[in-house]
């Protein structure tokens, strides 16, 4: 029999059985640890019964939260099968269908607000929480990271199920906004209630990144992956992480081993896991290191996105590959695709026309070796890069490339105050102290 009822966590659930909501509140809870698979298991509830309201709107929200346009017709059609549940959705229903029906017209900040308002007023509808704080990422409102979670937890405490998610989520929104101290305290609170957190895990790597513990970095998710790398599907991004931290130690071989085996590996089916690719390859290319032929396969995973004008953060990933595999045709229509974008509707046009179009041009100009042109077109958007979404630790492309660029152009002042501002919060970072070294060896200006 279908009625309104509640999930263990009392939010209304509507047009489900017990049984209906006992499968959910299984789902809630893959999700919130990001441990496979809900999206799996949400397909299971739907074919039970596939008028369940709650589950079409689960099922969209991860597929919107993916960022990637390749999954925006199965994200299509997600909405569409909410949206035809409307008449039998409750309130809190209503405002996650919104949201996904925002996302798919391409305003993410109105989804964001959306998902937001459910959470405020279900503040354990831990899906709320967790797809705002994921669209806070982004659209990189580094605060709203934590606020958003504080508003929830005076509603929460140990004896509520699922409670170290919400901490997770927590930590990670403190170290976004420079409280490493807490958020490390909270992160490792809430691995300690569940091992499989890898949202936690993550947040605690994000400090150690932040603070240039790389040693620390590499021991704590080396400790903490035999709990949420079994099942886990953010592992390749912690594993990109600890590439960072290894690379960090000076053991360039290691950190290509670690991203052979745990992200090119799985062959990048999402755009998230040719981000952390990408990333990870500029990093070593533009330090000199010979990367074989790894650009290839990022390059190719862009390339079916080349038209996508989806997401600008995705953008500039997919021109730092085009650009490693020396694709100057894929580059060139990138930016075309960008320009539409920045001409069109929809918060990516904000991102594409403040942060997408300069970084894209910088990129392009470092790849081809003009190091001043980069550095005037890069240089204006290292301050408010974050507009465009993602973590200070993937946004340090930014001021990565600005260095390499200010130090291959000869321009001393500018490399000195890029190294001065990198020491200044990692003062024992080997890639640091390497980039130092080559500022003094610079002429001085003042001899000039
Ligand atoms: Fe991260």
Request: proline residues 2%.
């Amino acid at each position: 029999m279908m009625r309104t009822t509640t999930d263990l966590w009392g939010n209304p659930v509507s047009n489900a059985s017990a049984a209906d909501i006992r499968g959910l509140e299984g789902a809630i809870t893959l999700m919130n640890a990001y441990q496979a698979d809900p999206l799996a298991a949400v397909d299971r509830l739907i074919a039970e019964n596939p008028e369940f309201v709650m589950a079409h709107a689960f099922r969209a929200g991860m597929l919107a939260t993916t960022g990637d346009k390749a999954f925006e017709g199965e994200l299509a059609k997600s909405v569409a099968a909410a949206e035809a549940l409307l008449a039998k959705a409750n309130d809190r229903e209503r405002l996650h269908i919104a949201a996904t029906r925002a996302w798919l017209d391409g305003r993410f900040d109105e989804a964001n607000d959306r998902w937001g308002r459910a959470a405020m007023l279900y503040p354990r509808d831990t899906l709320a929480v967790q797809f705002a704080q994921l669209t806070d990422f982004f659209l990189g409102y580094s605060h709203m990271l934590r606020d958003r979670v504080a508003r929830v937890l005076p509603h929460w405490d140990k004896n509520v199920p699922n409670y170290g998610f919400v901490l997770g989520m927590y930590a990670f929104g403190l170290e976004e906004s420079g409280d490493y101290a807490q958020a490390e305290s909270m992160g490792r609170e809430a691995v300690a209630l569940d091992g499989r957190d890898a949202w936690a895990a993550h947040a605690v790597a994000h400090v150690m990144e932040m603070q240039g513990r790389a040693t620390d970095g590499a021991e704590w998710l080396e400790t903490t992956s035999a709990h949420w790398a079994p099942n886990g599907l953010f592992n390749f991004h912690n594993w990109w992480h600890q590439a960072l931290f290894v690379l960090d130690t000076g053991d360039v071989k290691g950190a290509l081993g670690i991203f052979d085996k745990k992200i090119a590996a799985n062959g990048y089916s999402q755009a998230l896991e040719l981000v952390d690719g990408a990333a990870m390859m500029w990093r070593l290319s533009s330090f000199g290191h010979d990367v074989g032929d790894r650009w290839t396969k990022i390059a190719d995973g862009w390339t079916s996105r080349l038209n996508d004008g989806y997401y600008a953060f995705n953008d500039l990933h997919a021109m730092m590959s085009f650009i490693g595999a020396g694709r100057a045709a894929e580059q060139k229509l990138l930016l075309k695709a960008a320009e539409r974008s920045a001409e069109g509707k929809g918060t990516n046009a904000m991102m594409s026309r403040e942060i997408g179009l300069p970084s894209l041009k910088g990129f392009m100009a470092f790849g081809r070796g003009a190091y001043d042109e980069a550095v005037e077109h890069l240089l204006p958007v290292r301050g408010k890069a974050n507009r465009f979404g993602g973590s200070h630790a993937q946004r340090d492309i930014f001021s990565w490339t600005l260095v390499e660029a200010a130090l291959r152009a000869g321009d001393r002042s500018l490399a000195e105050g890029l190294v001065a501002e990198r020491l200044a919060g990692k003062p024992e970072s080997r890639i640091n102290l390497a980039w130092d070294e080559r500022v003094c060896q610079l002429p001085s200006r003042l001899a000039a």
